[in-house]
């Protein structure tokens, strides 16, 4: 197959998904190499990203997806009609942070870090497809095991959890901080 034939073709597969699409399942699709499916994706994304256009590619581990740029969100909520979605709570936030930083972690792991009940919040989250159910421990009760997830990546604008700003940067106090 040619590369502006795959190429249109990667493109059409990740519009009509709606969803990220693996490069394993791009590479079947196509019946293509990984690496050169890959070669293709990153030309597809410097075009893709470098017009004025309404759509960005995004990458999430070694999964792709086209998305709307955070530009003209306003616009696509006015004609679409869709409410816009309450932040998250400074306590999500924080259970977030604990489940991206330690992952895979147990609620009651979240609940001794945070010093309060997290049934709630870890539900909502749940719910929101930031973090899902990955495994269960293997101990009396076997309580589940939580990870980040694909979404968690995308809506923080991370392609891995190797993004994540390094831990030790917020140990270190802030100007203000240092005068008091």
């Known amino acids: 197959m040619e590369i502006k034939k795959a190429q249109a073709a990667i493109e059409a597969i990740l519009f ?12 079947q699709v196509l ?20 017009a004025d256009g309404g759509i960005s590619l995004i990458r999430a581990d070694e999964s792709f997806q086209l998305v709307t740029r955070a530009a003209y969100a306003d616009y696509i909520r006015l004609a679409l009609d869709i409410k ?9 936030m924080e259970v977030l942070a604990i489940v991206a930083y330690n992952q895979p ?3 009651s792991y979240i609940e001794e870090v ?16 930031l973090i899902e ?18 979404d968690f990546l995308r809506c923080f604008g991370f392609s891995s959890l ?8 917020f140990s270190k106090p802030l100007p203000e901080q240092m005068e008091a």
């Open 84 to 92: 816009r979605n309450m932040p998250l709570s400074q306590a999500a």
């Open 133 to 150: 159910e990955r495994d269960r421990l293997d101990v009396p009760g076997k309580p589940i095991l939580y990870g980040t997830t694909a």
């Open 16 to 27: 009509a998904s709606g969803e990220p699409v693996s490069l394993e399942r791009l590479s």
């Open 114 to 129: 945070r010093g309060v009940d997290c049934s709630g919040i870890t539900t909502n989250l749940v719910a929101k497809t």
């Open 105 to 107: 972690v147990t609620k």
């Open 31 to 50: 019946e293509i190499d990984k690496p050169t499916v890959k070669k293709i994706i990153s030309l597809l994304e410097e075009s893709i990203n470098s």
């Open 162 to 169: 190797s993004d994540l700003p390094v831990a030790e940067e």
